[in-house]
């Protein structure tokens, strides 16, 4: 039996299927992959971390004001 890598569900359908193999989807987590773990064992259900990762765009305000007030001194500048 085909299971989720991600929730461990076995609720999983085939989207793309053929000579080059299979990519399924998740109906519970919306896993979409070619990877699944084929077990007739029941799985333990993964460890779900809340800690979303640091983006790249979370700039401080205060930087963003600088940067903000840094280009309009060089636009006015290079206006004179």
């Known amino acids: 039996m ?3 890598p991600s929730c461990g569900s076995r609720d999983l359908f085939r989207t793309i299927g053929g000579y080059a193999g ?4 998740c109906k519970k987590c919306g896993y ?15 460890e779900r ?4 990762p640091a983006s790249r765009l979370d700039i401080p305000l205060w930087i963003r004001i600088l ?6 001194v060089i636009i006015a500048l290079y206006l004179l």
């Open 22 to 25: 299979s990519e399924y989807r």
């Open 32 to 46: 979409q992959g070619t990877f699944v773990v084929e077990s007739d064992e029941d799985m333990p259900v993964p």
């Open 67 to 72: 940067a903000v007030i840094f280009l309009l």
């Open 2 to 4: 085909l299971r989720c």
């Open 49 to 52: 971390r809340d800690e979303q």
